[in-house]
């Protein structure tokens, strides 16, 4: 996967509202990438639920996150309001996986692995983290690890 | 704001919820980070009931899927200061479906608090401060989902299987 000290890459994700969200929303703040797989899968369910609960503290920390998955913003808008997240999501649906495999967090069964990525306001990756496996949950503590070094 | 970074389970203080026989070799120390609106710490909660074990229980309440979870977590702290914390918790867990504020008055009233000390305490910004105590403890130990239970021997806490502890201890 990407590691801390490299530029992201090119890339396009959509935005609930069909906007792009490219390299350039990332300029000027601190970025929390959260690459999960599924919308609505159970692990996905508990990783936003957690992280949405810790939304004020990562804001203390001037960070900013959003969620990154494979599912159409229509499915990612319907899980989020099912949650009650607020977490902005963005879409890697078309071309499938472009973005994760840009970032080499894309999984041979076609969905993003459960990975995190940290991305200064240069746009420079800070920190980067790939669970052992799509079913581990990695705790908010890893991120506040990253962001208090 | 404190630091959220990783950090060990914290030991059991005076300031925890406890219950049950003294620690010892056959009565395990068990730290449960629980919310009151989760339907599996419910199970879980209602099989530890019969353990011989000492129970301490943290706060661990996520509001997006559980609504109710942190003024359900606010009442229980608001019995506590009147000496009700497990009688308001057990209220709290066996009726999961009723946790509007007329239900959490009501069992304020059944467990015969002050009710008007009872509502201002669970409103105080230091009440929610005391959950959010223990649910940033759960965080810095990775605790990601409920219930989680430790099991602390030899001054450390270790993860146990809510399953294996129930079969350890002779529970279904």
Known sequence: ?149 | MAELGSAPVPAPGDEDHRRGPAPGPDTPLIIVYADFECPYCAATELRLRELPLHAVFRHFPVRSSHPRAWPAACAAEAAASQGRFWEMHDALFDDQARLADPHLWARAHELGLDLERFDAERRDPATAERVKRDFRSGVRAGVVTTPTLFEWRDGAATRVDAAELMARLGGT
């Open chain 1, 1 to 149: 996967m990407i590691e801390a000290g490299t530029p992201v890459p090119a890339f396009t994700l959509k935005r609930g509202d069909g906007n792009d969200f490219t390299p350039a929303d990332l300029e000027g703040q601190k970025s929390v990438l959260v690459f999960y797989p599924f919308a609505f899968s159970p692990v996905c369910t508990d990783q936003l639920n957690l992280y949405e609960e810790m939304l004020d503290e990562f804001r203390a920390k001037g960070a900013t996150l959003y969620g990154v998955s494979c599912d159409a913003t229509y499915a990612q808008a319907a899980f989020a309001e099912k949650l009650g997240v607020t977490i902005e999501q963005l879409s890697d649906f078309e071309p499938k996986g472009a973005v994760c495999q840009a970032f080499g967090v894309y999984h041979e069964g076609g969905f993003p692995q459960r990975a995190l990525v940290i991305v200064g306001p240069d746009g420079v990756v800070q920190w980067s983290y790939q669970a052992a496996s799509p079913g581990d949950l990695p705790g908010a503590n890893l991120i506040f690890d990253a962001l208090e070094r």
